[in-house]
């Protein structure tokens, strides 16, 4: 295979670019957590395509046999285009890998490599070891976008985490009175929402609790996918009696000193927030957006805890001081993070910026 220079696609078969595009979007349609997202599509051996699978929930069928359930007969002697690498191992499903070469297919197409250690090429060799012929890789798409949560997951055992914000142009994130809705306009505010239908987990702090009792919960019109579980942060001081996200199974961390606790409750212990980004790993959450206020943002910021950036900036001026976007002293320039921009574009009246810690 000639896979040419700087990533141009000489050479590389139209149908494979062709189903691997529809792969990607495939993929990207539903996010199965702590399982990856994964599209697949199959070619018939005359290069036609037959049929499109998707991974939809853990422990539903992987994308893989999805397609190949899909193509029967027609998968003989053809090839699958999938986003990542086959699985070779038994989870809740059986190895992809023994369903692959069951099926007859002759090639398979793998966006990329799978970092679960329990895969790890694993599924590559099987194929090969199998006589199916196999690439790796396609030039021009970067099969990992699909879900970049779940390759930092995998890698580092902890969630990707979010922040997300929202000012005036001039830097403010809530009036002197604590009020804060809405800053931003309604485009904004409806993309915010479609970055918590990505997230498994929304986290805020015990202020923002105390203040604007959020239900965290993903409200678009048709949405019916499923909502992140709500994180809250406590320090040393009380919790409310009541609050609404207390009815969707929050997961409560208390970083300071513990006192007498909610009735019914339960409240986690945790060292510092790197221990509880270390947690929510552990419990397999993938995508954790971050809502909270200044505090909050200062503390991520300043545990080097913040993986993106996404910054709504909303089209109107304070024209005066309330709460800045963190809180604490900005002593020198010296202390300044640097960021790479990786988008700036108009949503509405308001500018979005997507960000990442350089
Ligand atoms: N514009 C926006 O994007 C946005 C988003 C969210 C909130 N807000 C606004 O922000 C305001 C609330 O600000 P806030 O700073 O109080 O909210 P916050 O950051 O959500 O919560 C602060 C509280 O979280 C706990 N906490 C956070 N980090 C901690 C750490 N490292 N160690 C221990 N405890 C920690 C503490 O709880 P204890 O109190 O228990 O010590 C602290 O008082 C409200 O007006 C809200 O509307 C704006």
């Given at each position: 295979m000639s896979r040419g220079t700087n990533g141009n696609r000489i050479g590389w078969p139209q149908p494979w670019?062709?189903?691997?595009?529809?792969?990607?979007?495939?993929?990207?349609?539903?996010?199965?957590h702590p399982n990856p997202r994964v599209g697949a599509v199959v070619l018939s051996s005359s290069g036609r395509p037959v049929a499109t699978g998707t991974h939809r929930?853990?422990?539903?069928?992987?994308?893989?046999?999805?397609?190949?359930?899909?193509?029967?007969?027609?998968?003989?002697?053809?090839?699958?285009?999938?986003?990542?690498?086959?699985?070779?191992?038994?989870?809740?499903?059986?190895?992809?890998v023994d369903a692959i070469a069951a099926a007859g297919i002759s090639r398979v197409v793998v966006g990329v490599v799978d970092p679960d250690p329990r895969v790890s090429g694993a599924g590559v060799a099987a194929l090969a070891f199998a006589g199916i012929a196999v690439e790796v890789g396609v030039p021009g798409i970067d099969a990992?976008?699909?879900?970049?949560?779940?390759?930092?997951?995998?890698?580092?055992?902890?969630?990707?985490?979010?922040?997300?914000?929202a000012a005036t142009l001039d830097g403010q994130t809530a009036a002197a009175d604590g009020t804060s809705q809405w800053i931003t306009g309604a485009a904004a505010r409806a993309d915010a929402h479609r970055l918590r239908a990505d997230a498994d987990a929304v986290m805020i702090g015990a202020g923002t609790l105390r203040l604007d009792d959020p239900s965290?919960?993903?409200?678009?019109?048709?949405?019916?996918?499923?909502?992140?579980?709500?994180?809250?942060?406590?320090g040393d001081r009380a919790l409310p009696a009541a609050a609404s996200v207390y009815r969707r199974h929050p997961?409560?961390?208390?970083?300071?000193?513990?006192g007498a606790e909610p009735v019914g409750l339960e409240v986690l212990g945790a060292a510092d927030l790197p221990a509880v980004v270390k947690d929510l790993g552990a419990r397999m959450?993938?995508?954790v957006l971050v809502e909270g206020g200044p505090t909050l943002a200062r503390s991520m910021l300043a545990a080097g805890a913040v993986d993106r950036l996404v910054l709504y900036l909303?089209?109107?001026l304070a024209g005066g001081l309330g709460r800045p976007l963190f809180d604490g002293v900005f002593a020198t320039l010296g202390d300044a993070r640097d960021l790479h921009i990786d988008q700036a574009i108009a949503i509405g009246g308001d500018l979005r910026i997507v960000a990442r810690p350089c």
């Open positions: 670019l062709w189903a691997m595009e529809r792969a990607v979007e495939a993929a990207a349609a539903h996010r199965p929930a853990a422990g539903s069928p992987h994308a893989e046999i999805v397609a190949l359930a899909g193509a029967g007969s027609d998968a003989v002697g053809g090839t699958l285009v999938v986003t990542l690498e086959p699985c070779a191992h038994h989870g809740r499903t059986a190895p992809c990992e976008a699909v879900d970049p949560g779940y390759f930092h997951h995998r890698r580092t055992g902890r969630p990707r985490m979010t922040l997300k914000l965290l919960d993903v409200r678009l019109p048709g949405y019916t996918g499923a909502q992140p579980r709500p994180v809250v942060i406590a997961l409560v961390y208390r970083l300071g000193r513990s959450l993938v995508d909303a089209g109107r």
